[in-house]
């Protein structure tokens, strides 16, 4: 098999990933949030309950714009939890707000792979504009010192990806823990619950495989030229 057919496959296998991620999450989500849960809870009681049997009163719990952008942000000490989320009633909502409350708690316990992952943020962000640039000058120029460069760089994305998968695996291990515990929900809505939250589990794992193909791909690129 030659080069070019090689890296289209990789590519084909690559964007595939990517699809059964984003559909797995995303019939997933569509799902649960249309099955409510019998309490009655929305994602900001459910967030706010969780964060104050922690001790995590300055943790603020807000609305945010856009579908399933929840999130913890560390440096303010905030969770913006989406529309559907935070008024929600739903399984997804109560899923996915404990979710992210798992991320508040490992900050004030200190988790060291969210640690690591916090301090990795400025460079993976270089990482990540630098080395398209220096993969786009190196194939239009014929430079194969700029595509190894980029390899460099898309490693240390993907070792940023890596670290990222303990901290959300973690953080649903913690939601699921917190959603049993409190009984948000009761037995036959918590099995939603948990492949709520393993399809969103999902999406960070093809992440991470599909950064795997794409540096083999460049790597193979980057032989090529040499050669």
């Known amino acids: 098999m030659d080069y070019f057919t090689l890296s289209y496959l990789l590519m084909f ?16 989500y569509a799902k649960y949030k249309k099955i409510q849960n019998s309490k009655n809870l929305t994602g900001a009681e459910v967030a706010r309950e969780i964060l104050n049997r922690h001790g995590l009163g300055n943790v603020y719990v807000t609305e945010t714009r856009g579908v399933l952008s929840d999130h ?24 996915v707000a404990s ?32 080395g398209y ?31 990222t998968l303990p901290v959300e695996f973690d953080a649903s291990a913690r939601a699921l823990k ?21 399809a969103a589990a999902f999406t960070y794992v093809a992440s991470v495989l599909t950064t795997l193909i794409e540096i083999f791909r460049l790597v193979l690129m980057a032989r090529s030229r040499d050669d």
């Open 13 to 28: 296998v690559s964007i595939i990933i990517t699809l059964v991620a984003q559909i797995f999450v995303s019939s997933s």
């Open 72 to 95: 913890y942000d560390p440096t303010r000490k905030v969770i913006r939890l989406s529309k559907d989320i935070y008024q929600g009633t739903s399984i997804a909502a109560v899923s």
């Open 99 to 130: 979710h992210e409350c798992g991320h508040a708690i490992q900050d004030k316990e200190g988790y060291s792979f969210m640690r690591f992952r916090s301090l990795m943020f400025p460079i993976v962000n270089f990482s990540s504009k630098a």
């Open 133 to 163: 640039i220096a993969i786009l000058i190196g194939i239009i120029f014929g430079f194969a010192d700029f595509i190894w460069l980029g390899i460099a760089l898309e490693i240390i994305i993907l070792l940023f990806q890596l670290v």
């Open 178 to 198: 917190e959603i049993e515990n409190n009984k948000f929900l009761v037995a036959g809505e918590q099995t939603g619950g948990k492949r709520m939250l393993k």
